[in-house]
C-alpha cells in the first residue's frame, strides 16, 4: 500500500520537520504521548519512528481512526499503540500521559471544546509533563500574517464556531490549568510551535 491509498494532508509532511524539532528538544526522556487529534496519522509515524523511546497514543473521532489505522499498520512501528475514540467533550483515556500534543485543532474546535480541551489535562497529564500545541495564532487580538487572516475568513465561513485562536486566551486557559508557558517557537508558514510545563511535584487545579 502507497500513500495515495491512505489519508493524505500534504501539510503534514510540510510541517512534519520543523514541529519535531521541538519535540525532540522537550520529550528526550522515555515516556507516553498522548497526540489529540491525529487527523490521518502521519504524524504519528513520523514523530514515533524518529523517536524510538516514546510510546505513541494516537486519537481522534470515531471517522477519522480508519485512516490511521493504516498509517500505523504500514508504519508497523513497536512503539504506536492502536489508536483511541477521543471527543474532548466525551470520556478522555485512564491513565497519565508524560505528553500531550496537538496540532492543528484548536481552530477547528468552538471555543467551548477548546476550554473542555484544557480542564481536561490535569486528568491525563503525568507531574513534569508538557504540552505542545502547532497552529497559528493571534497575539494582541491581531493576524500575525495576510494569509492567516484570509484562512481565518474561510474557517468562519465553513462553521461561524471556528477561526485562529488568541495566544493570549489560550495562555490563561493553560495557566488555570497549572500549566506555565516554557517556549513559543515561530515555525514556517506562519505557524507556532508551543510549550506549556506541568510542574513537578505541584498539583494542577481542577477543571
Given at each position: 500500500m502507497n500513500i495515495f491509498d491512505k489519508p493524505y494532508?500534504?501539510?503534514c509532511d510540510r510541517n512534519k520537520e520543523p514541529i519535531l524539532e521541538v519535540l525532540k528538544a522537550h520529550?528526550?526522556?522515555p515516556g507516553q504521548v498522548l497526540e489529540i487529534g491525529s487527523g490521518t496519522g502521519q504524524h504519528a509515524v513520523h514523530f514515533a519512528a524518529a523517536?524510538?523511546?516514546?510510546t505513541w497514543q494516537c486519537s481522534d473521532r470515531p471517522e477519522y481512526l480508519p485512516g490511521i489505522r493504516q498509517w500505523l499498520a504500514d508504519a508497523a512501528l513497536p512503539n504506536t499503540l492502536p489508536p483511541l475514540t477521543l471527543d474532548v467533550t466525551g470520556p478522555w483515556p485512564e491513565g497519565?500521559?508524560?505528553a500531550v500534543f496537538t496540532a492543528n485543532t484548536?481552530?477547528?474546535m468552538g471555543w467551548p471544546e477548546v476550554e473542555?480541551?484544557?480542564a481536561r489535562l490535569p486528568h491525563v497529564l503525568a507531574p513534569g509533563g508538557r504540552l505542545v500545541v502547532y497552529?497559528?495564532?493571534n497575539y494582541g487580538g491581531r493576524f500575525t500574517s495576510a494569509s492567516n487572516a484570509q484562512f481565518d475568513?474561510?474557517?468562519?465561513?465553513?462553521?461561524?464556531?471556528?477561526?485562529?485562536r488568541d495566544f493570549e486566551a489560550v495562555d490563561a486557559l493553560a495557566s488555570q490549568a497549572g500549566l506555565q508557558l516554557m517556549e513559543d517557537n515561530s515555525l514556517p508558514a506562519n505557524n507556532r510551535c508551543i510549550v506549556w510545563g506541568r510542574a513537578a511535584a505541584a498539583p494542577l487545579s481542577p477543571p
Open positions: 494532508s500534504p501539510a520529550l528526550q526522556d523517536m524510538p523511546h516514546l497519565l500521559f508524560d484548536l481552530h477547528i473542555q480541551l484544557f497552529g497559528p495564532f475568513a474561510a474557517l468562519r465561513s465553513d462553521d461561524p464556531a471556528r477561526g485562529i
